[in-house]
């Protein structure tokens, strides 16, 4: 059973910055595919960033290409997702989610695909 746990959302101006974490209890992190997805009130779970296994490969949504950057320290068990230049329509719960198949050569965007979810850290960014 893999356990991811995110903290550092809160509440931040537009054009501010913020910084999320995932920790994951499990000694087997290293192997992982991990994403990032959101969910805006009265809207679907979308994917916002994706990193592989080794950190060789990252994949973001367009709506946070070149705003977003995700990062992943397997010494640390933890995947990051620094966020800047933030808008209001970023606001949402982001959940960071574990794929534990071997070794795939670019991150899922399709949350079906995703094996373990955490219990998501909320964000507002306020006008």
């Known amino acids: 059973q893999v356990q991811l746990v995110e903290s550092g959302g809160g509440l931040v101006q537009a054009g501010g910055s913020l910084g999320l974490s995932c920790a994951a209890s499990?000694?087997?992190?290293?192997?992982?595919?991990m994403g990032w997805f959101r969910q805006a009130p009265g809207k679907a779970r979308e994917f916002v960033a994706g990193?592989?296994?080794?950190?060789?490969?990252?994949d973001y949504a367009d709506s946070v290409k070149d705003r977003f950057i995700i990062a992943k320290n397997n010494a640390k068990n933890t995947v990051y997702l620094q966020m800047n230049s933030l808008k209001p329509e970023d606001t949402a719960v982001y959940y960071c989610?574990?794929?534990?198949?071997?070794?795939?050569?670019?991150?899922?965007?399709?949350?079906?695909?995703?094996?373990?979810w955490g219990q998501g850290t909320r964000v507002t960014v306020s006008s």
């Open positions: 989610s574990a794929d534990v198949r071997p070794f795939p050569s670019v991150p899922p965007t399709d949350a079906r695909e995703y094996d373990y």
């Open positions: 499990v000694r087997t992190f290293s192997i992982y595919t």
């Open positions: 990193i592989t296994w080794s950190g060789g490969r990252t």
